[in-house]
């Protein structure tokens, strides 16, 4: 049968919020393992969205595990978590963080997509 896939696909990309827009932004991702001092990062993103990104890690973080995420362009802090780890053969990760809530103006986008903007009445 022929026609649109149904809205269940599998396909993580058709069930995003809002559209990713490919940038680097140099970021610092700060972890807590355990009772340790918490750990930092200096690096960057691959992609991002109103409601998170895609970032290169080195640590290793997991699923669920909750990050701060600095912008060095706006010294802004956001806490987020972890959705998915990919694994990489270079020597960072591909880590997928989620904000609890949209938060487009984290990444001080100067032209950001519309669906970015938040519905008004």
Request: proline residues 11%.
């Amino acid at each position: 049968m022929s026609g649109s896939p149904p809205n269940d696909s599998a396909n993580p990309a058709e069930k995003r919020r809002t559209q990713r827009v490919i940038l680097q932004i140099p970021i610092q991702v700060r972890a807590q393992f355990g009772n340790d001092a918490p750990i930092t990062e200096d690096t960057k993103t691959m992609v991002v969205n109103a409601d998170g990104g895609l970032i290169a890690l080195a640590m290793k973080v997991r699923p669920a595990q909750k990050l701060m995420v600095r912008n060095w362009a706006t010294t802004m802090e956001q806490e987020c978590r972890v959705v998915h780890v990919r694994d990489s053969q270079t020597a960072k990760h591909e880590v997928a963080i989620a904000f609890p809530y949209p938060m487009p103006q984290f990444w001080n986008l100067a032209f950001p997509p519309p669906d970015w903007k938040p519905f008004t009445k």
